[in-house]
DNA sequence: GTTTGAATTATTGTATACAATACCTGTATA
DNA sequence: TATACAGGTATTGTATACAATAATTCAAAC
């Protein structure tokens, strides 16, 4: 699959973003045109159009002369983001609860079960991808393709925040059951129990925000 | 002012963004590399990333190996956009009208006054400039600096997405007094109130959407 | 007349050399 | 000791040549 053959420019934005994701690059770190060039057998070209990329999305910040790093998101700018998300997805579900047929309840329904079969508290990636694509599937079904784009792009977001946020996999994570609420708000056809249900879960996957990121003043000891 | 030497980059990116705002290309329209690096007399390096940089922001579609187009935004586009916008400058309303000042209130009271100072039917790109000015102030005041980045991107990409499909101006515009009704329920304190008018005026403001954008059967002829 | 396919053309994609910029470092000077 | 300045270094910014790709044209074959 993905046989198509990729530009150099997609295949390190590509491997960037993965990196990122698995917690290889952390906060802070600068991005070095050159060096990735070298890294990554390719020419400064692609890798900076890549970083821009990145950049644009904002998960980049670019100092003009200077250099790019990757960012460190504030706990403010964490919040304000899932407060958006949160608004936003709230949106969709009303929408999708007004027009969400048997079939596409099925499909969701297995994703949520997919769930816990793909959880793996040693390797959250999949269990991670699982998670965001049910939330995107639910804006999809509403047919605003714009308002969806727009979700898809904050779930990276808040993605990678949490990510960048909690270098060392502090923070844990196991299947809860508010997925599970929102799809039977839907099967019922009610915007408003959706549209509370999806709000609600948003807000509660910030809870213990403030204690991940920063270490234990004795770590290097124990 | 706006002395600071800016790189090619930003000022070929200003420029494409000011002549797509000027109506000098219109929508559908090819920007080739070496066209327009020879016109603006620079290599194609800073004019690539310039036009990447719009394809980011929704401005342009770039097509691999072929070439990048100013976006025709269909109405779908257009009227989903509005209703996220209209959406997340509610929500900035809510915000704002809890904590907003008397100082505040008298900045945003000089804007409205300006707008009709700065009104001319044959050159609207300064009453565009107040006008969103204005909102932009709205969503600053409501302390989320990342709602107010998504509004910002919004207020351009609605801005644009209503030139772009009116590109023989035929679509008329005039001061309203819904503003003034916005900052009068910020006044008062009331989210409520201030989230409803700025949610009216939003979605009053893609009244007529159809009718533009299409001509006459014999425009040739009159 | 339609189809095939090999030149041709238009345009983007990539590598690379060199220019410009901002920071750092260390030395001379007061 | 503090400061100003000159050189050096790390890194990005820009120009340009060449490679790769996809559409187009047009002629040959059926």
């Known amino acids: ?31 070095v045109e050159v060096t ?9 070209t692609p890798v900076r159009s ?18 790019s790093f990757i ?14 998300r949160a608004h936003l997805e709230k949106m969709a579900a009303c929408l999708t ?16 079960n997919s769930e816990t079969l793909v959880f793996d508290k040693n390797n959250l990636d999949d269990y991670f991808t699982v998670n965001d694509t049910l939330h995107l599937k639910i804006a999809e079904i509403s047919g605003n393709t714009v308002l969806c784009s727009y ?13 960048l946020n909690d270098p060392f996999c502090k923070r844990e994570y196991s299947p809860t059951t508010e997925h599970q609420t929102i799809i039977d708000a839907l099967k019922k056809h009610s915007p408003k129990e959706a549209g509370r249900a999806v709000e609600n879960h948003i807000k509660s996957s910030i809870e213990g925000l403030e204690t991940a990121g920063t270490l234990p003043e004795d770590y290097l000891f124990t």
């Open 1 to 31: 699959m993905q046989s198509a053959k990729l530009s150099s420019e997609e295949s390190v934005y590509q491997r960037l973003k993965n990196a990122i994701r698995k917690r290889y690059i952390k906060q802070g770190s600068q991005l």
């Open 36 to 44: 990735l060039a070298q890294q990554l057998g390719v020419s400064r």
């Open 50 to 67: 890549a970083i821009k990329r990145l950049g644009a999305e904002g998960l980049v910040n670019s100092i003009p002369n200077r250099g």
């Open 71 to 84: 960012i460190t998101p504030t706990l403010k700018e964490i919040e304000e983001t899932f407060l958006i």
């Open 97 to 112: 609860a007004e027009k969400i047929t048997h079939d596409q309840l099925i499909i969701l329904q297995e994703l949520i």
């Open 151 to 163: 979700i898809n792009e904050l779930l990276n977001k808040t993605r990678i925040y949490l990510i």
